[in-house]
């Protein structure tokens, strides 16, 4: 029982850390089969109510200050990135739909998509309490994820590296464990498969944004079907990145071999 209890709180919990990705994904959806406001347009009513519920968070002290202060960093970061993405020059993706609050052809609740990924790490960060064992220079981390970001833009007019970045993310995480508590007693996992995991729940959203006609990609032009599986190893890039970049804020805590915590903000090495 008690077993099925800390599943149950898990669940929980998840949910709670996932609060604001979880209730942007219902806006779309719900949006997309009934919206009966014809003077505001649909991607400015899902801003507006982004912001309202983001305030709403902070004023209820759902959400602490850092939090929101990761969800600024990921907003600038995820619009210049949308911004180039969706230029008439590279079409990676469209957004079909008429908007006002927008800078080129980025609506301006597309940030909040991207931030609702760094406000989940942060918020699960604290929840269940994270510690790490064999964690990597920071120094290391923070270079691999400038990379990752480069690639980002420049695999369009040079090789696409991102099979090397991944490459090197396996060599600097393969042995680092990531210890959570959902109750008392800690639990274990191999942090590159709780990466894993998180960008493929990522990929099971996009596919509902995309059905929703959030956006969609040019193959769905015509009609929606689903979004490859190789959007995975993207997906898992943005994980690594969001995590890199929600380490600069929080700290990360190295779990001894006496389970003591050792925590280190501006450089953290690998423990043997």
Do not use: C
């Not at 090197?168 to 959570?180: K, V």
């Not at 600069?248 to 805590?253: A, E, M, T």
């Amino acid at each position: 029982m008690s077993l099925i209890r800390e599943f149950y709180l898990f669940g929980l919990k998840q949910a709670y850390a996932s609060v604001f990705g979880g209730f942007l994904l219902l806006v779309m959806l719900v949006s997309s089969v009934w919206y009966p406001l014809e003077s505001l347009h649909r991607y400015d009513f899902i801003f507006i109510v982004a912001i309202l519920f983001q305030i709403g968070l902070l004023v209820f002290r759902l959400e602490t200050p850092r939090e929101a202060l990761i969800i600024v960093v990921f907003h600038f970061v995820a619009t210049l990135m949308e911004l180039f993405k969706t230029s008439d020059a590279i079409g990676s993706w469209v957004y079909p739909e008429e908007f006002i609050f927008g800078i080129g052809n980025v609506p301006l609740f597309t940030g909040f998509m991207y931030s609702a990924v760094g406000s989940y790490i942060a918020r699960i960060w604290r929840i269940f309490e994270f510690e790490f064992s064999r964690y990597p220079a920071k120094r290391w981390t923070v270079f691999l994820v400038v990379g990752i970001y480069i690639n980002f833009f420049s695999h369009h007019y040079l090789p696409d590296a991102r099979w090397v970045l991944l490459l090197l993310t396996a060599f600097l995480f393969w042995r680092t464990t990531i210890f959570f508590k959902v109750i008392k007693t800690p639990r274990r996992m191999p942090l590159l498969l709780g990466w894993f995991l998180v960008a493929l729940f990522i990929w099971i959203a996009e596919n509902v944004a995309t059905w929703a006609n959030i956006w969609v990609y040019p193959n769905q032009r015509l009609e929606w079907n689903l979004v490859p599986l190789a959007k995975l190893s993207s997906w898992y890039m943005l994980m690594l990145l969001s995590f890199v970049l929600v380490t600069i804020i929080n700290d990360v805590r190295i779990r001894s071999a006496g389970s003591k915590l050792e925590t280190d903000s501006i450089e953290i090495e690998s423990t043997d």
